[in-house]
């Protein structure tokens, strides 16, 4: 099984500021990753897909990137809206099995 | 537009069953594989299996299989996730969400799942 990992745990800043978020697939899984939000008491939401298309109506300010094992999560400028938790997701072909990463909380700092 | 409706809330005691389901519309129903994922209190979110809507293939993660049954009743576009031998631990809130383009772009709104004695 193919173990996501996120980092920051945690992350704090402040409305404006720019926000990099990480994650690292135990093994290659090529572009397929997505990126999710999930806010309290809500299903997730899908930001980016195949590393780094954005879902749509998904604002510019967020971007996604990288291959292989390591990916980014950017929001270039961070609006009120934007903290929540993040979570990366992987899909690997065979064994067609589906795994996510254990979160990034953005928390306002 | 793509919806999809589950079940309410259930509490049920360890050792017993749970059934949820998810009622979906806005799209081919049977074209595409319906997917389970849950989420423990505070933790990540976890995939479960798919269930090919279509001809009733099910995939399971190895996690849940034995314990886990998903069917479909294409006659009113349901998809239905049977949770067996009950604990604590699968205290969760349980979605339902279709693979319509690769990844997870439409979800339902999550029926929460207690197990207590």
């Known amino acids: 099984e193919i173990v996501l990992t996120q980092s920051p745990a945690t992350l704090s800043l402040s409305p404006g500021e720019r926000a990099t978020l990480s994650c690292r697939a135990s093994?290659?899984?090529?572009?397929?990753l997505a990126w999710y939000q999930q806010k309290p008491g809500q299903a997730p939401r899908l930001l980016i897909y195949d590393a780094s298309n954005r879902a749509t109506g998904i604002p510019a300010r967020f971007s996604g990137g990288g291959s292989g094992t390591d990916f980014t999560l950017t929001i270039s400028s961070l609006e009120p809206e934007d903290f929540a938790i993040y979570y990366c997701q992987q899909r690997s072909n065979w064994p067609p099995e589906y795994t996510f990463g254990q979160g990034t909380k953005l928390e306002i700092k | 537009q793509v919806q999809l409706v589950q079940s309410g809330a259930e509490v049920k005691k360890p050792g017993a069953s749970v059934k949820v389901s998810c009622r979906a519309s806005g799209y081919t129903f049977t074209t595409y594989a319906m997917h389970w994922v849950r989420q423990a209190p505070g933790q990540r979110l976890e995939w479960m299996g798919w269930?090919?809507?279509?001809?009733?293939?099910?995939k399971y993660s190895q996690k849940f299989q034995g314990r886990v049954t998903l069917t479909r009743d294409t006659s009113t576009n349901t998809v239905y996730m049977e949770l067996s031998s009950l604990r604590s631990e699968d205290t969760a809130v349980y979605y339902c969400?279709?693979?319509?383009?690769?990844?997870?772009?439409?979800w339902g709104q999550g029926t929460l799942v207690t197990v207590s004695s």
């Open positions: 093994q290659s899984v090529g572009s397929s």
């Open positions: 969400a279709p693979l319509l383009g690769g990844y997870f772009d439409y």
């Open positions: 269930i090919r809507a279509g001809n009733g293939n099910t």
